[in-house]
């Protein structure tokens, strides 16, 4: 099995802030990586596939890099409608997700 | 606009079966994968299985022995059995395929 670790577990920042979060797989994963957004009481949103393509219509201050066991997640320019729990999953071999970092404002 | 609508009971007793129901509207389910992934309340994603329109399936090793997919192409339909469940099974459950998510359903898992 393959498995994911984030980091941090949750974070404070203030708007306008640049925000990273990383995320590391057990094992080479090439770049089958994405990265969700999930809000209170809703279903994740598909942010970033493949490690660094922007999902459409997703604003381009979000961005993703890396490839093989690690992997970064960064908002640019933190905005208040950015608060939520963020999320790592790897499709390489079969599919598991990190276990998310929260995002607050300060 | 495809959208995924989960449906099935909310409530189930302990040591039964989990039974839940995907349908896909707006597009046509074939040729992709369309998994199940659940969230207990407060705690993170974990992923259940996969199942191809051809029936082929994959599943978490940690559910594989209480997990049953299917598939109906027919009705536009994907489903989850899950088996002898307890309360640990107690969560938020989704549906999702290429084109997102279904809203999610709760299900109890309560005598």
């Known amino acids: 099995d393959i498995q994911m670790t984030q980091s941090p577990s949750s974070l404070s920042a203030s708007v306008g802030d640049r925000v990273t979060i990383t995320c590391q797989a057990s094992q080479d994963i090439s770049n089958y990586l994405n990265w969700y957004q999930q809000k209170p009481g809703k279903a994740p949103k598909l942010l970033i596939y493949?490690?660094?393509n922007l999902e459409t219509g997703v604003p381009s201050r979000f961005s993703g890099s890396g490839s093989g066991t690690d992997f970064t997640f960064t908002i640019s320019s933190l905005q208040p409608e950015d608060i939520a729990t963020y999320y790592c999953q790897q499709y390489d071999n079969l599919l598991t997700f990190g276990p998310g970092t929260k995002v607050d404002i300060k | 606009q495809v959208q995924l609508q989960e449906s099935g009971p909310g409530l189930v007793k302990p040591s039964e079966t989990l039974s839940l129901t995907c349908t896909v509207s707006g597009g046509s389910i074939s040729s992709y994968y369309w998994s199940w992934i659940r969230q207990p309340a407060g705690k993170g994603l974990e992923w259940i299985g996969r199942i191809y329109t051809s029936g082929s399936t994959n599943y978490n090793p940690s559910l594989k022995s209480r997990v049953t997919m299917s598939v109906d192409t027919s009705k536009n339909q994907f489903s989850l059995k899950l088996s002898s469940v307890t309360a640990a099974d107690t969560a938020v459950y989704y549906c999702?395929?290429?084109?997102?998510w279904g809203q999610g359903t709760l299900v109890t898992v309560s005598s």
């Open positions: 999702a395929g290429p084109v997102g």
């Open positions: 493949d490690a660094s």
